[in-house]
């Protein structure tokens, strides 16, 4: 029998909408960073730098934060369940979270980790992330409202594919974006209508302009179905106030909208004079219900001080849909048949954590509070590192784990960028990291406003890390603006 030997699916025969989307935190830069990390244990001391510093990456255990003390320990219970009766869990775990990881275990099916769940998670556990909903907003809600993800990204998946019929159906998008959401979009076959955000106004989300897009969308001829808004954003680290977000509501009920909140970075606002409000909470405030508006929030263990981004723990609250539209949900969630149960447990911990009162209670919140200030350390010594370069401005961070630095390079630079077929903030950010082992994402992966250059630089590297990284970052700057500007040769080996 013969067979054709050349396979028939090549990258030119797959479904082309896979080829279309970037998902650059996750691209290039780290492929690159890969290669001179191999560079470097072949040949030590070969690069002129020590050792590569990921500030490209959202990913915080991988950059040195410790995990959450209470949390591994339920979760360690969970996975070992003979050890709850065993004396010396006495001396090695707290009694809350002994009492925790008994509750779990009693309620999950089987009393084992190991099994399938309900496709939205474990009862209990949306019922813990319930609980915890209706503590934070002062609202209540209901765990048949609560899917349990794999991560918010599974989540934010699963909606697009509900939502979206064809090339016809738009979804507003703020931009820059995180390009979870460009990605979904092109995947599953719709159109993104994308918003500016305001960078000379702290990268505040205008309603006239997002009125404008969808405006222009409708006239093209889509049908707008829903608006995307992450608060507190990624990469612009901005945190919405709340007549904004009253604002937003609003804008969503009157023009039929499904509000698309990403609220991932709940837990990470790091300024005094703002809060993070849920935008249930404020559609509940301003006396909205089910009937008023249709409203997704999206939450993750992977972000903040508990930072379990590996666990894929998530979850959505889905309100203002009916049963027939929730069931189709069900129904969606039931091809992946469950989430991962560590990330459920994970959620329900983070909804859920040690009160005033139980064992863990200190420890957890001084643990929270050490990771907080660590951040906001961190994030204004990057501020203020960033803004003294020359031809740098740098946004306020007031919330997330990002900066967003706009760069204003010598238009020699952008000519040579060009020259090499590749956008100015790809040029900046390939000879950041060569010369400096510095990892930072170029602004094109968020989408950035076009004609203007950005990077992206996560807060996560440890205090020494950033300490260590500021002068290198400083000379590298000084150097490359020298070149481009034609004043001094480019020193590519910074120790010269
Ligand atoms: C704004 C935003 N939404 C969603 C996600 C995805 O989070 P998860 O790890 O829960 O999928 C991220 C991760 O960086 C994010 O920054």
Redesign the pocket.
Known sequence: MSYNKTPSITAETINPKVKIFNYE?CGEIVRYAERLQQEMDENPGSLPFPEIIHCNL?NPQALGQRPVTFFREVLCLCDNPALLNKDEARALFSPCAIRRAQRIINSIPGKETGGYTDSRGVKSLRQAVADGISARDGYPSDPDDIFLTD????A?NMMMQILIRSHEDGILCPLPE?P?YSASIILHGGTMVAYNLTEDRDWSLEIFEVKRCLEEARSAGLTVRAMVV?NPG?PTGQVLSITNQEEIVEFCRKEGLVLLA?E??QDNVHVENKKFHSFKKVARSLGYDETDLSLVS?H????GFYGE?GR???YMEITGFGHDVKDQIYKVASVTICPNIAGQILMSLVMDPPKLGDESFEIFESEKEKIHSSFWKRAKTLEKAFSSLEGVSCNNIEG?LYLFPRLHLPSLAIKAAEAEGVSPDVFYTHRLLDATGIAVVPGSGFHQVKGTIHIRCTILPDEDKIAAMIPRLKAFHESFMNKYRGSEPYMKDLRR
């Open positions: 935190p959202g991560g918010a990204s599974s934010v995180y979870l992450i990624n990403d991932v970075y999206f993750s263990a992977s972000m981004s894929r723990g998530g997330a």
